[in-house]
Every structure is written in structure tokens, then in C-alpha cells.
């Protein structure tokens, strides 16, 4: 497919996933309007709204940066009457802004619940309610949500109860909303099989020993573009991995995405959820 002149959507767009995502799509000649809340470089957390419109620009894509915070519907509704007015139209929705808190239930400060809960499961929620009526009238539109196959497995749950209903809760969205918009949006999730090397994973989860056993956010990104070309009638509702949509395309090699390329396939970290 090709997408040029064909507008992206991200949330979180600054960096890590939704950064890769958004180089991707550029470089195939995109639309990329970047939804994020840093303006200002952060030593711990690098990248700007500004830094990757630069950035995309520079891979073959034009991008839009707005300064956005999810949780208020007043900023998206401003920021999707932007998009509106410069590139036209809206053909894809990338929900990748999450936040993350990795705690029991007795440790959980309800400040960050209500975090987790008001960017992950309603953010995501809110953006997918405002792109829609823009989506419908796209030639191939596709959401993709970056949250994991729904599970009620209670090892996922038990360590971390708050995070995991954040998460399952994007994935809800897409069990609901693919039958829904059956035959008019398309949406699906995509998570990783193994960890990816992000700043999460650098500060909150497992520092340099996890870095070193991750995937670059890469092979996240050529999934993510997969599924867009994707027919967005019969492609939908589906819970997937990064490995899987690449298999699915006659990959087999996955050694260009090692954070630490003297490593062996099963020696990297599997991710959450997997």
C-alpha cells in the first residue's frame, strides 16, 4: 500500500514505540501528527514533541506536533481540528501513550491508579471516539491499539492488579470497537513478543540488564505497518505479536532487531503478557 499523503496519528509519539512507529510511516511518505505531552528535553526521558518532527521530516514524511494530554478531551478535540486543517483527513490511529506503575495492590497510590486508568484504558477510549467519524471516511482505516491479548490469567493480574486493568482495558476497546465498526474501522492490538529496549524498560523495569536483552522498538514498528496495509474489512479484532504479523509475512530471521546482537533468540527477555 502506499501510504503517501495517508495521515498517522500517535499518541506518545515522542519516543520509544510510538517514535519507531512514526519514523516507519514517514519513511513510507506519511502524514505523522505526533500527540504527546514533552516540549521540554528531559535527560532521563529523551525526545520532544519537536525533536521527532524532526526526525520524521527528515525520514520522508511530513509531521504535525501538538502538545496534547490525553486525559482532557478539549485537547484532542483541538489538536484533531488541526490535523483536520492541515493534512486533511485522519486514516490511522496509533493508541501508544501509557503510563506505567509496576506495584502491589497495598503499594499502589491511588494518584497513579487514576493515572494508569485516565491515559491507558480512557485515553485510549476518548482518542478512538473523536478519530472515528474522521476514520470512516478513509479510504483504509485501521486503529491499532499497543496493548497485550486479553487474559484472565491471574498471574498477570496478581502483581500488579491496577497496571494490568490499565492495559487489559485498551484491549477491551478493541474487542468492542472491531465489532462495533465492523466493515467501516478496522482495529486490532499489537504487542511485543520480547521486551523492547525503551525507557521503561531502562528505568522502571530492569536498567541495563533488561536494555541488553531487548529488541529495538524496530521490529514493533515494521509489524505496525504491516497491519496497515492491511484490508481494514476482514483484518480486525485480532490480538497480535510483533513476531507473529512478521512470520506472518515470511520472516523468519529476527537478529537485525537484538539490542545485543552476540545474544541468541532464546536468550532475550520475554515481554508481559506473553
Not at 32 to 60: C, F, Q, R, V
Request: net charge neutral; glycine share 8%.
Amino acid at each position: 500500500m502506499d501510504f503517501k499523503n495517508k495521515t498517522v496519528v500517535i499518541t506518545g509519539g515522542s519516543r520509544g514505540i510510538g517514535h519507531a512507529i512514526g519514523m516507519k510511516m514517514a519513511s513510507l511518505g506519511a502524514n505523522i501528527a505526533i500527540l504527546a505531552k514533552t516540549t521540554e528535553p528531559n535527560p532521563k526521558l529523551p525526545g520532544t514533541i519537536y525533536s521527532a518532527a524532526e526526525d520524521m521530516e527528515k525520514a520522508g514524511g511530513k509531521a504535525l506536533p501538538l502538545q496534547v494530554d490525553i486525559r482532557f478531551e478539549d485537547q484532542i478535540q483541538g489538536a484533531v481540528s488541526q490535523i483536520l486543517e492541515k493534512f486533511g483527513g485522519i486514516d490511522i490511529l496509533v493508541n501508544n501513550a501509557s503510563a506505567i506503575s509496576i506495584s502491589p495492590t497495598l503499594s499502589t497510590d491511588m494518584k497513579r491508579y487514576d493515572l494508569m486508568h485516565s491515559i491507558n484504558t480512557r485515553g485510549t477510549f476518548l482518542c478512538s471516539k473523536i478519530c472515528i467519524p474522521h476514520l470512516m471516511k478513509a479510504e483504509n482505516p485501521h486503529v491499532l491499539n499497543l496493548s497485550p491479548p486479553l487474559s484472565y490469567k491471574p498471574e498477570w493480574y496478581s502483581p500488579h492488579v491496577a497496571y494490568t486493568m490499565a492495559k487489559m482495558g485498551m484491549s477491551m476497546c478493541v474487542l468492542g470497537m472491531a465489532a462495533e465498526f465492523k466493515g467501516k474501522v478496522a482495529f486490532n492490538a499489537l504487542w511485543p513478543k520480547r521486551t523492547i529496549a525503551t525507557s521503561a524498560i531502562q528505568n522502571i523495569l530492569g536498567g541495563e540488564y533488561l536494555m541488553k536483552r531487548s529488541r529495538t522498538p524496530e521490529i514493533v514498528s515494521d509489524a505496525a505497518a504491516i497491519i496497515f496495509e492491511k484490508d481494514f474489512k476482514t483484518y480486525s479484532g485480532q490480538f497480535l505479536t510483533d513476531e507473529e504479523v512478521l512470520i506472518g509475512e515470511g520472516i523468519q530471521d529476527f537478529s537485525r532487531y537484538r539490542v545485543s546482537p552476540e545474544l541468541k533468540e532464546e536468550d532475550l527477555q520475554l515481554d508481559f503478557y506473553i
